[in-house]
DNA sequence: TAAGATTATGAAAATGAAATTCAAAAGCAA
DNA sequence: TTGCTTTTGAATTTCATTTTCATAATCTTA
C-alpha cells in the first residue's frame, strides 16, 4: 500500500514534469508513516525531527502537491489549521469531530451519498467534491 | 422577522448584562438588511459607508455576539474568509457551494438529517452541530 | 560527465484574517 | 452628576500560510 502509492506520486510528478527530490521523498515517507489527520505542523516537526533541514515552505507545498496527485486529502476543520489525511483509492468518508478531546471519527453513508448526489441533480448542480462534518462530543468525552 | 430578531437580541443583551451601544445597534440594522452569508469584511464596508467611525474590531466581536445569541450563524467556506448567515428560529440547512461564481445554494434534507443522528447514535456520539457543504458547479456555471 | 537550462529549496519577509491591547469614550445605576 | 464598568477603535500582535529570491539540486543535451 504504501509502495503504491509512491508509485503513484512518481507517476503523478513525471506525468507534471515534476523533478524528483529528496525532500519530497522524505516528506512522502513520513506522511505515509502518520495515522490519519496531520495537521501540516505536526507533520513539519516529525519531518525537521530526523532532516532539520527541511523547510516550512517545501512541507506546505509538497503536502498541496499530494493533495493534487490523489494520495492525501485537505481538511479544514474548525481550529485553524489545515489536515491532511490518506486518501485510498475509490475510498470516501465523513467525520464526526469530538470537540472535547479532537478526536475524529470517520464513517460512510452510502445513503447520504446518494441522497446528496439526488440535491445536486435537483438543483443542476455539478459535484465535484464534499464535507460532512458533524460535531459534538465522543462517548469518552460525554461520560 | 426584523423586530423579532432585534428584540431577540436586546434580550440576549439584557440577559448577558451587555450594554447596549449605538454600534451594534447599527451593525444589527445592517447585517438584517443583507442578504445571506456575508463576509465579515463585506459587512465592514457597508457599516463603514453609512458609520465610517466604526472599527473592524467592533464589526468581528459584534457579529461573534450575534452568533451567541442565535440570530446568526458563522459559516466557514473555503475562502478562507468567516461569514455569517440568518438564523430562523428553528430552520436548518446545508449549503451547494458553486467554485465557478460563488453562489451559494441553500438546501435541506430531513433524511440526511436523520440518517446522521443515527450515525452518532451508532457511536454513542453526541452531536452539537454540523456542516454538510457540496462543492461543485451551479447550472449556469456548468454551461 | 560537464555545461546549461530549469526547477526546487529554505530563510526570511510578506500577507491577510482574526484577536488582542489599551487609552479614551460611552453606558448605567444610584 | 458621580463613579464604576463595559465598550470602542486605532494600532499592534498573532498565527497560519504564501511569496520572494538567492542558492542549490536536478535534468537534458551534447
Ligand atoms: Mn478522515
Ligand atoms: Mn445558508
Ligand atoms: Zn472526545
Ligand atoms: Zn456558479
Redo the contacts between chains.
Sequence with gaps: MILEKKKAFSEFAANKGLRSTRQRDIILDIFLSTHQHVSVEELYLKVKASHPGIGHATVYRTLKLFAEAGLAREI?L?DGQTRYEHVLAGEHHDH?V??GCNAI?E?E?E??EK??KE??LR?????????????????CC?S
Design positions: 479544514l474548525h464526526l469530538c470537540t471519527i464513517f453513508d445513503t447520504i441522497l446528496q440535491i445536486a438543483h443542476g448542480f455539478l459535484i465535484r467534491s464534499h464535507k460532512l462534518e458533524i460535531y459534538g462530543l465522543c462517548a460525554r
